[in-house]
């Protein structure tokens, strides 16, 4: 598969690798690699106590008869204002186990289903002269792209400190690239030096 280059030069299409923008979209596996980078995102610190945890009610607040009100045996049950969760909250993991060979098979089945779609833009380079949001909007403009990410072989200061203030666009390394930033964006700007390393990551 090919792609045009724009703002190339004298370079006007790349090839690219079939290993990596050749398979087919695998949905499931999609899936199941998203969901595991979304849990392994979440704290899961949150922490309730239970009646026997809350401080107070070891008393009985008022006889067993005689009130007309429920046999109530601690101020601290569930049922009172101020006691216990029923079913308190505990810290807990939320990891998913996904080795590496899932991982690299969804990120190259992602990739190839945008180089389907027309949604991979590759370009020659992206450099600013300064970190100025509209020196790169008026880049973008001329690409036409409003929503998208764009990829680069290293960090960009300039780059990121320009984009940072655009809505809808953000700004990665290949290094740090990840599925749920792939598919939070309706296209992906692409340098021709992080393609190629791209590639040799999902190798």
Same mark, same amino acid.
Request: aromatic share 4%; net charge positive.
């Given at each position: 598969? $090919?792609?045009?280059? @724009?703002?190339?030069?004298?370079?006007?299409?790349?090839?690219?690798?079939?290993?990596? %923008?050749?398979?087919? %979209?695998?949905?499931?596996?999609?899936?199941?690699?998203?969901?595991?980078?979304?849990?392994?995102?979440?704290?899961?610190?949150?922490?309730?106590?239970?009646? !026997?945890?809350?401080?107070?009610?070891?008393?009985?607040?008022?006889?067993?008869?005689?009130?007309? =009100?429920?046999?109530?045996? =601690?101020?601290?049950?569930?049922?009172?204002?101020?006691?216990? $969760?029923? %079913?308190?909250?505990?810290?807990?993991?939320? +990891?998913?186990? @996904?080795?590496?060979?899932?991982?690299?098979?969804?990120?190259? =089945?992602?990739? !190839?289903?945008?180089?389907?779609?027309?949604?991979?833009?590759?370009?020659? +380079?992206?450099?600013?002269?300064?970190?100025?949001? $509209?020196?790169?909007?008026?880049?973008?403009?001329?690409?036409?792209?409003? +929503? @998208?990410?764009?990829?680069?072989?290293?960090?960009?200061?300039?780059? =990121?400190?320009?984009?940072?203030?655009?809505?809808?666009?953000?700004?990665?390394?290949?290094?740090?690239?990840?599925?749920?930033?792939?598919?939070?964006?309706?296209?992906?700007?692409?340098?021709? !030096?992080?393609? $190629?390393?791209?590639?040799?990551?999902?190798?």
């Amino acid at each position: 598969m $090919k792609l045009k280059v @724009v703002n190339a030069g004298s370079v006007r299409e790349v090839e690219l690798a079939e290993h990596t %923008f050749g398979v087919p %979209f695998n949905g499931p596996l999609v899936h199941q690699v998203v969901t595991a980078y979304l849990a392994a995102g979440r704290a899961g610190t949150k922490a309730q106590k239970t009646r !026997a945890e809350v401080r107070g009610g070891g008393k009985k607040p008022h006889p067993q008869k005689g009130t007309g =009100s429920a046999r109530a045996g =601690s101020i601290r049950s569930p049922l009172w204002i101020g006691g216990g $969760k029923t %079913f308190a909250a505990r810290p807990r993991d939320y +990891s998913q186990k @996904v080795n590496r060979k899932m991982y690299r098979g969804a990120m190259r =089945s992602v990739l !190839a289903e945008l180089a389907r779609g027309e949604r991979l833009i590759v370009t020659g +380079s992206l450099e600013l002269e300064a970190p100025k949001t $509209k020196l790169l909007a008026g880049q973008l403009k001329q690409l036409s792209l409003d +929503s @998208v990410l764009i990829l680069t072989e290293a960090h960009d200061e300039k780059l =990121s400190l320009a984009a940072r203030n655009l809505p809808g666009v953000d700004v990665l390394p290949v290094t740090n690239l990840d599925p749920v930033s792939l598919l939070r964006h309706d296209k992906v700007l692409v340098t021709v !030096a992080a393609l $190629k390393l791209l590639e040799e990551r999902l190798a």
